[in-house]
């Protein structure tokens, strides 16, 4: 039966009422004969499996939902069987996300027709779902009810982590009174929910500052509206936001020579003093932007030596593994200009963060690299053709470190050596950093990728503004 009671011009959600949720996309990991992939599906909801509601109170029979409430499962996603990415569940509890902000029962915030929930246990937070049941009741409002004349945004592009604000003109509202107000994107032929606060009334016109996020996949633009549905009148706002985004940039080949003087101890002073040469080696890869990602990838070509037959399909794939492991996957950028900073909670897909792929992909335009059977031994350190080089690599490590590779590598995509004796920048203030996959170590620092932020900014910088290199 539909619920008979109203708060906030909103009918309360319980057991009965006849509510359903719906949130999209819930990604969840889908087995496949060639292997698990990311697929989107639509996760439902319905308040028929309400649980944990008020103890004592009851609407039309039944306990109501409150902040702490739950609809205990929900269903769509049951193909993904391996899980949602962010919470490794399928069928999980939906959890309300608002709710009204003056109306308690047993000391909790009561939840209401159109209130925000996230889905499946959080897995879909990019897309929350809004609860949708009868509210005929509370339709049925008089002349003398409060009345909405409109809503309007105080500016219409911006991008996620800019500040808007939205004001708001009644007539015959309360002093005081809360208006629950919901952000939908409007494109795809559908409304989808995006985020949702409440506007306090002073009087008959009440403003908020919304700290913007769009909260879904990429796209160069989302056009976004305000909606309420607490007053009579108009349910949309007059204007709409626009969400902008950076456009795709195709790939483009960066090339260039990193110039490096060489050092030598001084074997009285244990002092490293300037050996009077220089070594240079070139370095080059394919920059791109895609879907608000950034990529950088680095093509092999390898020109092998006696006794190398042919690098196995099998091999590379361990080789390249041992690349990424090091390069990929470590940082995004982040718009400074994001109003939430530090505490951002979205999703690293392009929103206002961008994250950054570093891959290893053989091919041939970056220039070739020399491949010898077996591994080197120490005593032929620094010796050409006898140890590991940018341009001269081993099909077996020898008495190098583990990383070996990935440190090569670093040095085809323009990074420089990090302990004394090696091809240090010139300056020198990163000279002995043995944590550091450029020394002996396996960390990639900021530094590392300082190029590829400033090649992302010259791209997007008219646009998002400044972006800061974060750690994933």
Not at 9 to 14: A, G, I, Q, R, S
Request: proline share 7%; charged share 20%; glycine share 10%.
């Amino acid at each position: 039966m539909p619920s008979t009671v109203i708060v906030n011009n909103l009918t309360v959600v319980h057991k009965a009422s006849g509510g359903s949720s719906m949130a999209a996309p819930d990604v969840c990991k889908t087995p496949t004969p060639s292997g698990p992939v990311l697929v989107p599906y639509v996760n439902t909801a319905l308040s028929r499996n309400t649980a944990k509601g008020s103890k004592k109170v009851r609407v039309d029979g039944h306990p109501i939902m409150l902040k702490s409430s739950q609809f205990s499962t929900s269903s769509g996603d049951e193909p993904g069987t391996l899980g949602g990415v962010v919470s490794g569940k399928t069928r999980g509890k939906a959890y309300p996300r608002s709710y009204s902000f003056d109306v308690k029962v047993e000391g909790q915030p009561v939840f209401r027709f159109t209130d925000m929930m996230i889905q499946n246990s959080g897995s879909p937070g990019n897309a929350p779902g809004i609860e949708s049941q009868p509210n005929t009741v509370a339709a049925a409002t008089d002349a003398s009810k409060p009345e909405l004349v409109e809503m309007r945004w105080s500016r219409e592009q911006l991008c996620c982590g800019d500040p808007v604000k939205l004001s708001v003109k009644t007539r015959n509202a309360d002093d005081c009174q809360d208006i629950q107000v919901r952000v939908e994107r409007t494109n795809l032929g559908q409304r989808r929910p995006m985020d949702a606060f409440p506007v306090t009334l002073r009087g008959d016109a009440g403003e908020v500052e919304w700290i913007s996020r769009w909260r879904h996949l990429y796209t160069v633009t989302i056009p976004a509206v305000a909606v309420q549905r607490t007053l009579k009148g108009p349910s949309d706002s007059v204007n709409a936001l626009e969400f902008r985004n950076p456009k795709n940039l195709k790939s483009q080949t960066i090339t260039g020579t990193r110039v490096a003087p060489i050092y030598i101890e001084d074997q009285a002073t244990g002092s490293w003093i300037p050996a009077g040469y220089d070594i240079d080696w070139p370095y080059a890869y394919d920059f791109e932007v895609s879907l608000g990602r950034v990529y950088v990838r680095r093509k092999l070509d390898f020109v092998r030596g006696p006794g190398v037959a042919s690098v196995p399909p099998r091999l590379w794939r361990r080789w390249r593994a041992q690349i990424e492991a090091i390069w990929d996957h470590k940082f995004y950028f982040h718009r400074k200009n994001c109003k939430r900073g530090k505490k951002c909670d979205c999703g690293v897909n392009g929103c206002c963060k961008y994250p950054l792929r570093i891959l290893a992909v053989q091919g041939t335009g970056h220039g070739s690299v020399k491949l010898f059977l077996g591994g080197p031994k120490a005593q032929n350190w620094g010796k050409i053709d006898l140890w590991w080089y940018s341009d001269t690599w081993w099909t077996a490590i020898g008495d190098a470190g583990p990383d070996v590779r990935a440190h090569e590598f670093g040095h085809l995509i323009g990074c420089y050596d990090e302990y004394p004796a090696g091809a240090c920048e010139g300056s020198r203030a990163f000279a002995d950093v043995p944590d550091s996959i450029m020394n002996s170590g396996s960390v990639v620092y900021p530094r590392h990728v300082e190029e590829f932020r400033m090649g992302f900014a010259a791209h997007a910088g008219s646009m998002v503004g400044p972006v800061k290199i974060v750690r994933r």
